[in-house]
């Protein structure tokens, strides 16, 4: 009932952003260029000290975290250790629950990334007319109105009918796959709209007079510009995987279980200190990707975005 409650805010979200949609063209023309800002000291100086502070912070929660996990027994015993590590001391799956975790959050960008920005241009460029484009964007935005052990529950009432041929993916890695695609859609699909609304339609119009396929125009036009957001997209859903725990508590079998879930076990027999360490080591592999993706989005920017510089 409540899970029901909250998908009305999500119908009013639509009715907004459709009524928003018919005032709004396109950003970018053939000759767009984007605004570059020009550095302004009494500006951008107290700015700086704003996020250094916010980012010290974050930084002190992630440290303290990193230390709890190299604390022999917290509170009571404050000895330097790496055996928290060993995670098979403290859970049956050890470092297998973390490599799950890995797959899974592997698999869902990649699918979720494809079938996110294919959904979000054939709704936003394709020729289907009619009531169907609308209905498909009011179901894209309602994942992020449905909490998450709502979402989970939900999986749990839909495949353990005896009478659902899907039945057997349940407790496998492709439902914890698709569940969190499910889980993280809205995020992504507004994310790819968005990319995709700032071109103007001149470049279909243009592509279709010289007989070009639609395909074509797609592959090497659209998807090109919209790259950087949809290296976003494929990050987002990375990250959100590994650390998911509301809806795939609900859903993962002896051999599927995730790291996220393994640290509320381990919470909950008072292990501490090797929750910190499984949540330490899912922190690690997330900033890897993340340094990843900044260290590669500028040669990607450069190579794909170099036509909008002035």
């Not at 952003?17 to 005032?23: G, I, K």
């Not at 975790?101 to 920005?117: H, Q």
């Not at 009478?163 to 993280?184: D, E, K, Q, R």
């Not at 859609?185 to 396929?213: M, N, W």
């Given at each position: 009932?409540?899970?029901?409650v909250?998908?009305?805010?999500?119908?009013?979200?639509?009715?907004?952003?459709?009524?928003?949609?018919?005032?709004?063209?396109?950003?970018?023309?053939?000759?767009?260029?984007p605004?570059?800002?020009?550095?302004?000291?009494?500006?951008?100086?107290?700015?700086?000290?704003?996020?250094?502070?916010?980012?010290?912070?974050?930084?002190?929660?992630?440290?303290?975290?990193?230390?709890?996990?190299?604390?022999?027994?917290?509170?009571?015993?404050?000895?330097?250790?790496?055996?928290?590590?060993e995670?098979?001391?403290?859970?049956?799956?050890?470092?297998?629950?973390?490599?799950t975790?890995?797959?899974?959050?592997?698999?869902?960008?990649?699918?979720?990334?494809?079938?996110?920005?294919?959904?979000?241009?054939?709704?936003?460029?394709?020729?289907?007319?009619?009531?169907l484009?609308?209905?498909?964007?009011?179901?894209?935005?309602?994942?992020?109105?449905?909490?998450?052990?709502?979402?989970?529950?939900?999986?749990?009432l839909?495949f353990?009918?005896?009478?659902?041929?899907?039945?057997?993916?349940?407790?496998?890695?492709?439902?914890?796959?698709?569940?969190?695609?499910?889980h993280?859609?809205?995020?992504?699909?507004?994310?790819?709209?968005?990319?995709?609304?700032?071109?103007?339609?001149e470049?279909?119009?243009?592509?279709?007079?010289?007989?070009?396929?639609?395909?074509?125009?797609?592959?090497?036009?659209?998807?090109?510009?919209?790259?950087?957001?949809?290296?976003?997209?494929?990050?987002?859903?990375?990250?959100?995987?590994?650390?998911?725990?509301?809806?795939?508590?609900?859903?993962?079998?002896?051999?599927?279980?995730?790291?996220?879930?393994?640290?509320?076990?381990?919470?909950?027999?008072?292990?501490?200190?090797?929750?910190?360490?499984?949540?330490?080591?899912?922190?690690?592999?997330?900033?890897?990707?993340?340094?990843?993706?900044?260290?590669?989005?500028?040669?990607?920017?450069?190579a794909?975005?170099?036509?909008?510089?002035?």
């Amino acid at each position: 009932v409540v899970g029901l409650v909250l998908l009305l805010p999500a119908v009013g979200a639509f009715a907004l952003d459709l009524w928003a949609r018919r005032r709004q063209g396109s950003v970018f023309s053939g000759r767009a260029v984007p605004l570059e800002p020009k550095p302004r000291a009494g500006r951008d100086a107290p700015l700086l000290l704003f996020c250094l502070i916010v980012a010290a912070m974050l930084l002190g929660l992630v440290g303290l975290a990193v230390w709890g996990s190299l604390i022999r027994f917290w509170p009571w015993n404050l000895e330097l250790t790496l055996a928290n590590y060993e995670f098979a001391r403290f859970d049956s799956a050890g470092w297998g629950s973390l490599w799950t975790s890995v797959r899974l959050a592997f698999w869902t960008a990649l699918l979720g990334t494809a079938l996110v920005f294919l959904l979000a241009y054939m709704i936003e460029r394709g020729r289907v007319g009619g009531p169907l484009p609308r209905l498909l964007s009011l179901a894209a935005t309602l994942p992020l109105a449905v909490p998450g052990l709502v979402l989970g529950l939900a999986y749990i009432l839909f495949f353990n009918d005896p009478a659902n041929p899907l039945g057997f993916l349940y407790g496998t890695l492709a439902i914890l796959v698709l569940n969190s695609i499910i889980h993280f859609y809205t995020v992504c699909h507004l994310t790819a709209v968005t990319a995709i609304r700032q071109l103007d339609p001149e470049f279909e119009s243009v592509g279709a007079s010289l007989k070009v396929p639609a395909w074509v125009t797609f592959w090497r036009v659209t998807l090109p510009i919209c790259l950087p957001a949809t290296l976003d997209i494929f990050v987002y859903l990375f990250v959100n995987a590994m650390t998911t725990v509301s809806a795939v508590v609900f859903l993962y079998g002896p051999d599927t279980k995730p790291a996220s879930v393994a640290v509320i076990h381990m919470d909950e027999a008072g292990q501490v200190s090797a929750a910190a360490a499984m949540a330490v080591a899912i922190l690690a592999i997330n900033v890897a990707l993340k340094l990843l993706h900044l260290a590669t989005a500028g040669r990607i920017e450069r190579a794909t975005q170099a036509w909008r510089k002035r």
